[in-house]
């Protein structure tokens, strides 16, 4: 087992998942960090990212698409978060195998075990020791992210996003000792207080007192 915590943040589109970070980096200012994003993270995967959000790319079929994102998972797996993980690190993650099963499975109609075996193969089964969940409607969420220019995936409108919603939801059920749900409806301050009080008791659990690093 890693010495390492793993947590990752997922949600839909407008979630608020990426001022959470911002927020979660700075509190956190005094533990040994990796902060990433998927897609992305490193080059390569950056470059895969572009692939999949440039809106010209709309020939991308479903299956290319699940397999586009594991691909650029795998490389940010092997090349960040397991060396981080070894060294004893808190990885925080902006998304991670739970937005291929929400979005490509929930979202995209993909078979959830395709996914599910897509995911283990490139991960080679790592899975977060947390994951918290931004739950918000897709009308909260496409207010919040009115003023940017929409991505392929944003592309997709309201009705996708709430399949994606219900599909996190199904996750989360699934693995409740894994997840945990955020409101993330209410004010930011709420939303933050809350996923805090969570991270601030897994660093307990393992530990890591705050004000010790
Ligand atoms: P972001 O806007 O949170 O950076 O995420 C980029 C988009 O990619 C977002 O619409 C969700 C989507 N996505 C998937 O569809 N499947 C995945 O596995 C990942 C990581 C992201």
């Known amino acids: ?26 509190k956190l200012a005094t533990y040994p960090l990796l902060r990433i994003r998927e897609p992305g993270g490193t080059a390569i ?50 998304r991670y195998v739970d937005s291929t099963m929400a979005y490509q499975g929930y979202g995209r109609g993909l078979d959830l075990q395709f996914l599910f075996t897509l995911n283990q193969l490139c991960t080679s089964g790592l899975l977060p020791d947390a994951t918290i969940l931004l739950d918000i409607t897709p009308q909260v969420g496409e207010k919040r992210r009115k003023h940017e220019e929409a991505d392929r995936l944003e592309q997709e409108g309201r009705e996708f996003q709430a399949r994606v919603r219900e599909g996190y939801l199904q996750l989360a059920l699934k693995e409740p000792k894994r997840f945990y749900v955020v409101n993330a409806n209410r004010e930011f301050r709420h939303v933050a207080e809350d996923a805090w009080g969570q991270i601030m008791s897994l660093l307990i659990k393992r530990g890591w007192l705050p004000g010790e690093n």
């Open 1 to 26: 087992m890693s010495e390492g915590l793993f947590i990752s943040l997922e949600g839909i589109d407008g979630s608020g998942k990426t001022t959470l970070i911002q927020y979660l980096q700075d």
């Open 45 to 94: 995967s950056e470059k895969i990212r572009e692939l999949l959000l440039n809106i010209d790319n709309y020939l991308i079929t479903a299956r290319t698409e699940a397999i586009l994102y594991a691909a650029a998972r795998s490389q940010v797996v092997e090349q960040l978060i397991k060396p981080a993980l070894d060294e004893g690190k808190l990885v925080l993650a902006d």
